[in-house]
Each structure stands twice: as structure tokens, then as C-alpha cells.
């Protein structure tokens, strides 16, 4: 089974801007920069790809990505809390997950934030 919904398809690369998170210090909220196909490992996790290229920006929609969810919109994330640090009541925040992520509860802490919508393939 899939961990993550790929959503960088070239229709949506064609029609939006798009920003991807980077990671500028561990324990820092997350900067955003434009989507270019020149990838590479970012600095701080070598497993996630940047744009070489930095430009940034201010994204007015999110999409998050999660490992699950429950129906009160409430997100296990991977941990090192970067969307919580970065996401306020003025972002508009979608997670995206597979239906299968789906679970009963998810047990929430004062500085997790609730998505606004959540995006599954069902």
C-alpha cells in the first residue's frame, strides 16, 4: 500500500502555482518556494527533494500530508511537528490520505492543528 498521495501532476503544475516545504532549521516552522524541476536533497533531510532554485512565497492553501486521520480533522503527521509550527487558523489546510488512513480517534496535544478538509481517493 502507498504512504502518500502523489499530487504533483503536470495538470495541476500547469494551472496553479505551486510551493513545496522546505525544512530551513530542525525545530523551525517550515518556508515555502516554487515548484521547478530542478530537484535535489534538501539539507536537512537528504530523503526529501527541494527546488534548487529558491524562490519563495506565501501559500494560501495547503496540502498536508498525513499517515492519518479521524472525522474531527485531526492529523497523525511524521513527527517533527514542522506543519503544526508553520499552519495558523488563516491557512486554508487540506490533508491529503488514502481512505485506509482513516481511524476511529486520533489523541490530540494543545499544539496539533485540525485540517479544514480532508482529501482522500474515495
Given at each position: ?9 503536470d495538470s495541476l503544475l500547469t494551472k496553479y502555482i505551486v510551493y513545496l516545504p ?101
Open positions: 500500500m502507498p504512504k502518500e498521495i502523489d499530487i504533483l501532476t522546505v525544512v530551513i532549521a530542525k525545530d523551525t516552522p517550515l518556508k515555502f518556494v516554487k515548484y521547478s524541476d530542478d530537484l535535489e536533497p534538501g539539507p536537512i533531510f537528504k530523503n526529501v527533494k527541494e527546488p534548487k532554485t529558491k524562490i519563495y512565497g506565501d501559500p494560501q492553501v495547503f496540502c498536508v500530508p498525513m499517515l492519518g486521520f479521524d472525522s474531527d480533522f485531526n492529523r497523525i503527521g511524521y513527527g517533527g511537528g514542522y506543519y503544526d509550527r508553520t499552519l495558523t487558523a488563516a491557512h486554508i489546510k487540506v490533508g491529503i490520505a488514502f481512505e485506509y488512513m482513516r481511524l476511529q480517534e486520533i489523541p490530540v496535544e494543545a499544539t496539533d492543528i485540525r485540517m479544514d478538509f480532508i482529501v482522500t481517493e474515495r
